[in-house]
């Protein structure tokens, strides 16, 4: 992949004129842009102009966007709004096809981006900073102050702000609360250890043969397995970004203990093939690893005995949290229209359309504090307050590499592999690749 972000960025200039030409069909509404400044002013209600959204999630996702989308064609009836929408597949796909686009002149106006391709677009230049906008507008900083802080410093960079937060999710226990009565044990405090994890998933692991019942489920992707290393005190990457860190001793022995809870403790199936989203609410593991988005589809399957806990401890309490976040593109010429988009798709009436759907966490305080947010499971409080100690998804530039990489080598560990020999691998690809930038 040698040079292709900066090619990428320098094709996606050379198309901006193109772009200018062919983008829009405004009128009226000459954009003021995210660079200036003074008093703002939204564009005016007759204004006629045609923005496309970058879009991703699920039909539910969808459902939302579109519900907004109207809300705000009838604030700007003249304006057409194309929501390019794409079903998540994975993070790498999505990102590789918006950058790609911007250097076809096929830019955007809003992107909706996630954790894990802020860093790639910011280095191929793809988000307008909104510092402007949140000094002039004044109903800019209000929007902003009521959501979490650590998801709004989660997208700003360099003292810049770049998107504005939509939803996030972060790693919690799912624990099923019947199996845990029938077998006498107590839900144990959030401040429970990995020790404390391992001798219950111990007691609940009963059974042989197609009868087993185990007492945990891998969540078996990165995302999933990062809460691991994060309460081990490290991480697939440095804290800037920049250096890959998988030879870290600490990183090794996480990723050595998730391994033997499959071939040493027995506590845990073999990955492959073990969907453990399916085998919790079928009473075959008694707890996994997840975030929010379960809740809707347990709901829809009729399946309630569960609750949640924090991630157990060892070194640190801590977990991994990602969220997806609006950004107003550079090479947009109606950066205003976007703008006013951005706030739609982010207010508190959106917000607690997210509340109610049960997909993911909203970013609003109030929203998530809200009853349909938190009347079940019991301690459904912990999807918000999870953020207090928790880190983002290590994704720097080359995500696209770490992401395969890392669960490659996880792959090679479980089929017995030498934990320390795969992660150094895994190490040098990713560390490769930075250099090839």
């Not at 900066?6 to 200039?13: G, H, I, T």
């Not at 075959?284 to 569960?306: E, I, N, P, Q, R």
């Not at 949640?308 to 990602?322: D, F, H, I, K, R």
């Not at 759907?357 to 305080?365: C, H, I, Q, W």
């Amino acid at each position: 992949m040698k040079s292709r972000p900066k090619a990428l960025r320098f094709a996606a200039a050379a198309a901006a004129a193109v772009l200018l030409a062919s983008c829009s069909s405004g009128t009226s509404d000459p954009s003021t842009g995210a660079g200036t400044d003074g008093p703002y002013a939204p564009p005016a209600a007759d204004v006629t102009a045609e923005i496309t959204i970058s879009n991703w999630g699920d039909p539910n996702d969808k459902a939302i966007y579109d519900s907004v989308v109207a809300r705000f064609e009838e604030k700007y009836p003249n304006v057409t709004v194309n929501n390019d929408f794409t079903p998540i597949t994975t993070w790498t796909e999505y990102v590789s096809k918006l950058v790609a686009a911007v250097a076809s002149g096929n830019a955007p106006d809003v992107i909706n981006i996630a954790t894990e391709g802020v860093e790639l677009g910011l280095y191929n230049d793809l988000f307008a900073p909104m510092d402007s906008y949140i000094a002039n507008d004044p109903e800019a900083q209000p929007l902003l102050d009521a959501m979490n802080p650590t998801l709004v410093d989660g997208f700003t960079k360099d003292g810049s702000t770049y998107l504005v937060p939509n939803t996030w999710n972060s790693m919690l226990i799912y624990y099923n609360t019947q199996m845990f009565a029938d077998a006498g044990i107590e839900r144990p405090a959030d401040d429970w250890t990995w020790d404390d994890f391992l001798a219950i998933a111990n007691q609940l692991t009963t059974g042989d043969g197609a009868s087993k019942v185990y007492g945990f489920g891998l969540p078996y992707f990165n995302f999933g397995i990062m809460p691991w290393l994060y309460t081990s005190s490290t991480s697939t990457m440095s804290e800037d970004l920049k250096t890959p860190t998988m030879t870290d001793p600490a990183t090794v022995e996480a990723v050595e203990w998730v391994r033997d809870l499959v071939t040493e403790e027995g506590v845990a199936p073999q990955p492959k093939g073990a969907d453990p989203y399916q085998l919790f609410p079928a009473g075959k593991v008694a707890m996994t690893g997840a975030g929010h988005w379960l809740v809707s589809s347990f709901a829809d399957a009729g399946f309630s005995d569960y609750d949640v806990l924090p991630w157990p401890q060892n070194t640190e309490s801590s977990t991994v949290w990602g969220g997806g976040g609006f950004a107003i593109s550079q090479d947009s010429e109606n950066k205003d229209l976007a703008w006013e988009l951005i706030k739609a798709l982010a207010d508190e009436e959106t917000q607690m359309q997210w509340a109610a759907a049960g997909a993911a966490v909203p970013s609003m305080e109030s929203a998530a504090i809200s009853p349909d947010f938190t009347e079940f499971p019991e301690h459904a409080s912990l999807y918000f307050t999870s953020i207090e100690n928790a880190r983002p998804v290590p994704a720097p530039t080359v995500f696209s590499t770490l992401e395969p990489s890392f669960m490659r080598a996880m792959d090679s560990i479980m089929a017995g592999g030498d934990a320390a020999t795969e992660l150094a691998k895994a190490n040098d690809e990713v560390q490769q690749a930075l250099e090839d930038e």
